[in-house]
């Protein structure tokens, strides 16, 4: 599923955020990234959003060169940082209902499929409030709810446990079993605290300035 081959990311001319990383990760596997604050792992996620550029190396997903994977056709992929990305001047409803219309899917299919999100998640009391108007837990529960209505292939998660207290980290990892992890999409969790993803994530993958160090 996904292939990284020697990959290095640098900085500054002394500091590698990634050194010589190399990970195979199978299709439907689910994955803790560990380490402290600056170990690579939250870099990693963002090389493998195409949100950074990295130097040398090479990554593969599903036998296609990242650099040329487009994510509009080619594979679909969540990504959950500390901190979410919405349209912030709009309600949570037109924030869901968004990602089915870029899709063009019938404006009924729409109501139905964002409705049914809403009472899920048990979010009604928030379906018409703005995103500046909610904690950030709550943003993290719109969130993964709006990935929901995405069939992904690969999902992204940054250490977003270290904001949260542990009654809604309690709350929010089943959720993501739920949604993610037993539906086999392919997940990377990166966290600083490996105990609570021990019934969540099947391997465990350790970094160490940039390094892997299993």
């Not at 493998?48 to 992929?77: C, H, M, P, Q, S």
């Not at 899709?103 to 009472?119: D, F, G, H, L, Y």
Request: proline content about 1%; glycine content about 4%; hydrophobic content about 40%.
């Amino acid at each position: 599923m996904i292939e990284i081959k020697n990959l290095y990311l640098k900085y500054i001319r002394e500091y590698y955020a990634l050194y010589d990383v190399s990970l195979h990760i199978s299709k439907g596997e689910s994955i803790a990234l560990v380490g402290d604050e600056g170990s690579g792992k939250t870099t990693l996620l963002r090389v493998l959003a195409k949100l950074e550029k990295y130097d040398k190396g090479e990554i593969y997903v599903r036998d296609i060169n990242l650099k040329k994977l487009d994510f509009k056709t080619d594979i679909n992929l969540g990504y959950i940082s500390v901190v979410p990305v919405f349209f912030e001047n709009k309600t949570i409803y037109e924030n869901l209902k968004y990602v089915l219309k870029t899709r063009k899917i019938k404006p009924a299919i729409i109501e139905e499929k964002v409705n049914s999100v809403i009472i899920e998640f048990s979010i009604e009391t928030l379906r018409n409030k703005k995103i500046n108007e909610l904690t950030l837990y709550e943003k993290y529960i719109v969130c993964i709810a709006r990935l929901s209505l995405r069939d992904l292939d690969i999902l992204l998660i940054d250490d977003i446990f270290e904001k949260l207290d542990s009654e809604q980290i309690s709350h929010i990892l089943p959720i993501i079993k739920k949604q993610f992890i037993e539906k086999k999409v392919t997940t990377l969790i990166a966290t600083s605290n490996e105990t609570l993803l021990k019934g969540i994530c099947k391997r465990f993958i350790h970094f160490q300035n940039g390094s892997v160090v299993n």
